[in-house]
């Protein structure tokens, strides 16, 4: 079973919004909660990364939130960029070992 | 080369055949994993190599699927008698010993069963 649900499947922001996209998991051992960006053709690439002794991390336009009591992390995209279009991933993991991954979300930022 | 390279881009093949997925990784990455991504879905995890450690095999899905890493460089997935739902893209990554939470992926190999 899907141990990390992310959602939206997809959204579409203007130019200058902000993108939220959220995650949820339920395996209480997971202590890395990292988030890919994909574009097209392309693999996966590190974006933003958090551990769940912090509750926020900030880098940049991007930024992740963490609750661990409610086992839910989400990322912010500020004043989003049409070249921030691209599919993000949430994904968590255990001793820094194999990632689970959300499903996917598709942004897409109209100009 | 600079990043994961994965061989080849594209592969299409007919149904029952067997094929080889090619990874290299960055060099002195130690570990390397494979990891399959279907159309919407997230990446699903299938095998991973940390040096000279036995591989972790939980994620294949049949013995149909197998990987193997020579002299902790280059790795090899193999898929024997290819189904229609083995279609996907075959992502590789790889991550140094230093840094192992970071995982760099390869453009990955997009197989069409027909």
């Known amino acids: 079973q899907q141990q990390v649900k992310q959602s939206p499947q997809s959204l579409i922001v203007q130019k200058g919004g902000i993108s939220i996209i959220n995650c949820a ?30 509750s926020e991390k900030k880098e940049g336009r991007f930024t992740i939130s963490f609750n661990k009591s409610a086992k839910q992390f989400s990322l912010h995209i500020m004043d989003s960029q049409p070249g921030d279009s691209a599919t993000y991933f949430c994904a968590a993991s255990r001793d820094d070992y194999k990632l689970s991954f959300g499903a996917g979300t598709t942004v897409t930022v109209r100009a | 080369g600079a990043g994961v390279s994965q061989s080849p881009s594209n592969k299409v093949t007919e149904k029952g055949k067997d094929v080889e997925l090619r990874c290299d990784p960055i060099s002195g990455h130690t ?84």
Do not use: H
């Open chain 1, 25 to 54: 998991y339920e395996n209480t051992a997971f202590d890395y909660f990292p988030w890919y960006q994909q574009f097209p053709g392309k693999g996966p690439a590190l974006l933003i990364a958090i551990r769940p002794d912090v």
């Open chain 2, 31 to 114: 570990a390397l994993y494979w990891y399959r991504q279907s159309l919407g879905q997230g990446l699903e995890f299938l095998i991973y190599f940390q040096g000279n450690s036995a591989p972790d095999k939980s994620g294949l899905p049949s013995d149909r699927f197998s990987a193997e890493r020579t002299g902790g460089s280059v790795s090899t997935l193999t898929i024997q008698r290819t189904q229609q739902e083995d279609s996907a893209v075959y992502l590789c990554a790889s991550s140094p010993m230093r840094a192992k939470n970071i995982q760099y992926f390869g453009a990955g190999t997009r197989l069409s069963v027909l």
